[in-house]
């Protein structure tokens, strides 16, 4: 069985200024995550306190690039198919996304992804990832 990916609208981001950022960078072409500046441990989602160690946290670029730790082809929540998956990225974090512009049947666990960006309504995008 083939399931091309097919774009579907993505509702406008929520930006506020705990996202801010996340968002400039994706405007950009650039995920980034959130990184302790005590125990330096990233974590997912960003947020400024340490999910860890209660420590301050920093942005950080990613190198956007990671494998899928799990995916799932949802056919029945709506007229278009697509793929939501868990992706670990290289930096060690684990994020819940969309895999796009692929074959969805041809998707595997441990296989090598990249993110890309997807425009949203009133101008915004949303990371997601393809097939590296």
């Not at 041809?106 to 960006?117: E, M």
């Amino acid at each position: 069985m083939t399931t091309m990916h097919q774009d579907r609208p993505l509702a406008a981001n929520a930006i506020d200024a705990a996202t801010e950022t996340f968002f400039a960078g994706a405007r950009d072409g650039v995920l980034r995550l959130r990184r302790c500046t005590d125990c330096h441990k990233p974590h997912w989602y960003p947020r400024p306190v340490c999910p860890f160690c209660m420590g301050d946290t920093a942005w950080e670029d990613t190198k956007g690039t990671g494998s899928i730790y799990s995916v799932s082809v949802t056919r029945r929540a709506g007229p278009i198919p697509y793929a939501i998956a868990y992706v670990t990225l290289d930096e060690g974090v684990t994020m819940l996304t969309n895999i796009v512009d692929c074959d969805l049947d041809a998707l595997r666990i441990g296989q090598r992804v990249q993110v890309c960006f997807k425009p949203a309504e009133g101008g915004g995008v949303v990371p997601m990832f393809t097939p590296a």
